[in-house]
Each structure stands twice: as C-alpha cells, then as structure tokens.
C-alpha cells in the first residue's frame, strides 16, 4: 500500500537557521502531494501542495519539490522564526483516491531565539 | 466560513461508557473522514464516507462505527470505550475533484480512564 516515510524529530534549531525536513512516499501512480502545519492545540492545516512531477509549492516561505525520480517531497525554509515552531506532516493522495490522505508519522521542529 | 467544526474538544470517559463525536462541514463537501493522532504515529484514518449513506472502514475501524444520513454531519461513534482509544480525533472533509486539499476540524482529545 501506499506509504509515507519523513524524518525522525523533534529537528531544534536556531532562529534564521536553514531548516530542511526529508519526506520521501511509496506509490502507484502519481500521487498528488501535500505538506500539513499542526500548531500546539489546534488541527492541520495546508501549508503547501504538488500535483505533478517537477511542481514546486510553496508558502510562507516554504518550498518543496515534487521528485519523481527519487520519489520525495523534502520541505526547506531558508530562514526559520520561532513561530514556525509546529508539527510537520508530509502526505500524499493517490490520484483518483478516495480514502484520503497517507500521512507520514510527522516532524516536530523547535525553533529557538 | 465555519468549515469543519468538532465537538466535543475535551472529553474523558470511564472503560466501556459509550459516546458520539460530532462533526458537521459547510462547504457540501462529498468526502468526510475520521482520522486518530497519537503521539509520535502520525494520523490513522478510522471511517470515510464518499457521500450520504455511503460510509467505509479505514485503517482503524475497530471500536467505532460511523454514520452519514446527511452531506453535512458525519459522527464518530464509540459504543465501549476502551483506554487504547485514548487520542486525539480529528474530522476532515474533501471537495473529491481534482487534487484539492482536505479540510480539517481542531481536534477532540479524548481520555479513556
């Protein structure tokens, strides 16, 4: 089935470090994928999504790019702030799919000042 | 726009008491879905519906059930609570065209004592 593998956490880094968040997915297909943004106490919201090969999203300064041939979606952010503190969930829908969305296990980042 | 709206937030339950998490969309979404969150797993889907009388398990179906009379409404219902499903329940809906993004609610923390 399919699958979502995303770095291990929690990631701690300094405030305006480079932040880097791995996610590779197994898949028939072409999945479309998806970055969520899980702040404390509240529920996932879009942060950003690809539907194709070669797609970049991007937000709030966040990028990522659809690679099909290494089959990830690693989200980066050049300079990170403290409130971008949050729980990070990279997942993908198959296309056509209709029993929502495969989520990786997320990635707690801790930005420090 | 409300979006998608849980209740309870906060619940907690004694083993094998019974009780229904509400969850309603306003966006006439077809697609709806009960996902659980537990620390450091990721989210795992327990019932999806693709419309109106139509409701089918997910990953994680045992100890709950689902029902759908209506496009909007969607309850998450556990009939003997049990400790293993202390978590956090999240309620999410989608458009189902093309590859848009699905919608999440804020989330019922649920304790099972």
């Known amino acids: 089935g399919d699958s979502v593998t995303q770095m291990e956490g929690p990631v701690t880094l300094s405030e305006e470090a480079f932040l880097t968040i791995n996610c590779t997915y197994t898949?028939?297909?072409?999945?479309?994928l998806f970055w969520y943004v899980q702040y404390p106490g509240e529920g996932l919201q879009l942060l950003l999504k690809?539907?194709?090969?070669?797609d970049k999203g991007s937000n709030k300064g966040f990028e990522a790019t659809y690679r099909k041939e290494t089959t990830s979606f690693h989200l980066e952010k050049g300079s990170v702030q403290v409130s971008d503190s949050a729980v990070y969930f990279c997942?993908?829908?198959?296309?056509?799919?209709?029993?929502?969305?495969?989520f990786g296990k997320g990635t707690h980042l801790i930005i420090q000042p | 726009n409300a979006g998608v709206t849980q209740t309870p937030k906060f619940r907690i339950l004694k083993i094998g008491q019974s009780m229904t998490l509400q969850c309603t969309q306003d966006m006439n979404h077809n697609y709806m879905y009960w996902y659980r969150q537990d620390p450091g797993m990721g989210l795992k889907l327990i019932y999806y519906s693709v419309g109106a009388g139509i409701t089918d398990k997910g990953e994680v179906p045992n100890g709950y059930n689902v029902s759908r009379s209506t496009t909007e409404d969607f309850p998450l219902r556990l009939e003997l609570a049990a400790p293993s499903q202390t978590s956090v329940y999240f309620c999410a809906s989608w458009r189902g065209l093309g590859t848009g993004e699905l919608f999440f609610g804020e989330g019922s923390r649920l304790t099972v004592l």
């Open positions: 997942a993908l829908i198959p296309r056509g799919g209709a029993d929502g969305l495969t």
């Open positions: 690809a539907t194709k090969a070669d």
């Open positions: 898949a028939t297909g072409y999945p479309s």
